[in-house]
């Protein structure tokens, strides 16, 4: 099997000379199983084709018009004695602006057993995404005077793989059906193009959430060893002044991994002792898709999660009185620093009134990082269908009575109360826990 098709798009988000896009695609299959010298294991392997693609998709999502130089209003000017309103050119707008591009390649297999009742698919996909739009306005100085409006800059590859694995049979008036996934996904940095920028801790990115060679959307802070226990405790550790000029019992200790010659220099700063402490893109994400039936009964249930990934918890969720003295959480107090029974690893360090402004121990470290990973019962279902026989004697052609639940059981490390699938400070609605009951009927 062949199949190729070719898309030419225009966007009149692009300036004239860059309106236009060629993307090809193409795609081949060959069903293995229908060849000849196959037979002899048909009766195990029920099909099998072998398939592959590539092709390439552009995208102009990028807002109206962004190549065109405007002026902006607010800007006073000194005329005479007096000020004057006046339009500036306040962004630097790049006049070659075009379209960005994903490559995608992949190439796998689809094959069912033993009368079509196992299905196993697998697909390995690599998908390269070049001349982002993007605006690097982090890796740009100040003294450029101009704010940086979208260029074409940097490129981002994703690779792995994608499973589905199915199982149906029948047993009498028994019949059971099993479907579940899994995709496995590696995303990098390739480069940031003119974002990149050299840190002096041999990374380069933009110096946040952007570095060659990591995930996007990664949390970049500090590694640290529990809190310390006495004076002499602190006096013995790396010096962190620069973050906590005046440490005390309870407060983390932040690991001093990198220095000005590439190794320890017995100080922890910003410039050497960041390094990546998670992302927040999952590296594997699968779902389970169950259901039976028996006669009338049927039972119908959908789990679904992800691992490989972290969560962050800032402000009110993550942080003991933050904002008010009264925001303070059952997990921070009973788990805290106890000066009085110290331990080197509490479930928070010690209880202090930071209110707004946050203060050494809420530094982006691992210590507030946490395992994101969950499974979740999404839905379960429960359903009987009358007998016919049973029910055409008072007029009715179909009596089904159902029961249904959403999102009623999820297991995961989180922290108790926060959900692990929105990565937020809380300012979202809670996921609900929804039952119902309900009758369809037809006469």
């Not at 490129?155 to 899994?182: A, C, P």
């Not at 479930?347 to 050494?360: A, C």
């Not at 007029?395 to 990565?423: H, T, V």
Request: glycine content about 10%; proline content about 5%; charged content about 20%.
């Amino acid at each position: 099997m062949l199949e190729a098709t070719v898309r030419h798009d225009g966007s009149s988000r692009f300036p004239k000379t860059q309106k236009y896009g060629t993307f090809p695609s193409a795609a081949i299959g060959w069903r293995i199983s229908e060849e000849e010298f196959f037979n002899p294991v048909s009766k195990i392997v029920s099909s099998l084709k072998l398939k592959a693609s590539l092709g390439v998709l552009g995208n102009q999502n990028i807002g109206n018009y962004p190549y065109q130089n405007t002026l902006s209003t607010g800007f006073n000017y000194p005329f005479g004695s007096g000020l004057t309103t006046g339009v500036a050119r306040s962004t630097f707008k790049d006049p070659t602006i075009h379209w960005e591009t994903t490559e995608t390649k992949d190439f796998g297999f689809e094959s069912t057993f033993f009368n079509h009742k196992l299905e196993f698919n697998a697909t390995y996909f690599n998908r390269v995404t070049s001349d982002i739009l993007f605006r690097p306005s982090a890796s740009v100085s100040s003294i450029l005077g101009l704010g940086i409006s979208e260029v074409n800059t940097g490129k981002l590859k994703n690779t792995g793989f994608e499973f589905e694995l199915m199982h149906n049979n029948s047993v009498g008036d028994f019949r059971y059906s099993i479907q579940s996934n899994l995709s496995i996904i590696n995303n990098e940095v390739v480069s940031l193009g003119v974002g990149n920028v050299d840190l002096p801790n041999g990374l380069v990115g933009n110096g946040s959430t952007l570095f060659v060679g990591f995930p996007m959307s990664l949390y970049y802070g500090y590694k640290t060893d529990g809190v310390f226990l006495d004076q002499s405790d602190i006096d013995n550790w790396a010096d962190q002044s620069k973050l906590n000029p005046n440490p005390v019992a309870g407060d983390i200790r932040y690991l001093d991994i990198n220095g000005p010659e590439g190794v320890p220099d017995g100080i922890v700063d910003s410039q050497y002792d960041r390094t990546k402490i998670g992302s927040q893109i999952p590296k594997y994400t699968f779902s389970f898709n169950l259901s039976a039936k028996y006669k009338g009964f049927e039972i119908a249930a959908f789990l679904q999660g992800v691992s490989g990934v972290s969560g962050y918890l800032d402000g009110v969720p993550g942080y003991a009185f933050y904002g008010d003295i009264a925001n303070l959480q059952r997990w921070q107090m009973e788990g805290r620093f106890n000066p009085e029974s110290p331990t080197r690893y509490p479930d928070y360090p010690r209880l202090e009134d930071i209110r707004q402004t946050g203060g050494p121990n809420t530094q982006l470290s691992d210590w507030w990082v946490l395992d994101a990973s969950y499974l979740r019962l999404k839905n379960i279902q429960f359903g009987y269908t009358f007998p016919k026989s049973l029910i055409q004697s008072i007029g009715m052609d179909n009596l089904k009575i159902f029961c249904s639940a959403e999102n009623i059981l999820s297991l995961n490390n989180y922290r108790q109360g926060w959900d692990p699938e929105i990565n937020t400070n809380g300012n979202y609605y809670p996921i609900l826990k929804v039952f119902s009951l309900g009758v369809n009927a037809s006469f």
